[in-house]
């Protein structure tokens, strides 16, 4: 569950399009904050519930989705100046 990784976990998380690089920023009032990397450089908060599926992967969590689709395959593409 989401609510047992510490502030600071790296974890992929899905959005619309791919997967993305994030963390855990902050726990408030029953919610975990995740921080999301956007492939532009910006990033924008999310909040998920304490019991929100995570599955490990070796050693990185994945925040369950509702898509089929394999992260290994579709993950965003970051500014390759960087």
Known sequence: MLGELPVGSR???RSKADWR?????KRIEEKIV???CSPGGRTYRLRRE???????NGP???LIADLA???HTNLS???TRW
């Open 77 to 79: 593409s970051y500014d």
């Open 50 to 56: 304490f019991d929100a599926g995570v599955m490990l």
């Open 21 to 25: 690089h994030a963390s855990i920023s």
């Open 34 to 36: 995740i921080t999301v």
């Open 60 to 62: 990185i969590a994945i």
């Open 11 to 13: 974890l992929v998380v």
């Open 69 to 71: 689709d394999d992260w």
